[in-house]
């Protein structure tokens, strides 16, 4: 079974840098990644997926990250 990873970064390019280096150094290919843009996404995503590692990008447009925090916590408690 593959390791599954939400990484929410509001920066494409940073985004496919942490996936690759995720990739090639530390997890090889059995990783499923996905990939949003913005706290609301990833709050869909959450709810509805089951995820190892959360990657986060704290300091997002709009909606900061640690906001995403609390409704993963709530969501995931409430399963």
Do not use: W
Request: hydrophobic share 40%; aromatic share 8%; charged share 25%.
């Amino acid at each position: 079974m593959s390791l599954r990873i939400l990484l929410v970064e509001d920066e494409p390019a940073r985004a496919e840098t942490l996936q690759s280096a995720l990739r090639d150094r530390v997890f090889s290919n059995e990783v499923d990644y996905e990939t949003c843009t913005n706290v609301h996404a990833a709050a869909e995503l959450l709810r509805n997926h089951y995820y190892d590692l959360l990657i986060l990008d704290i300091l997002l447009p709009c909606v900061k990250g640690e906001s995403l925090l609390v409704t993963a916590e709530s969501d995931y408690y409430a399963r």
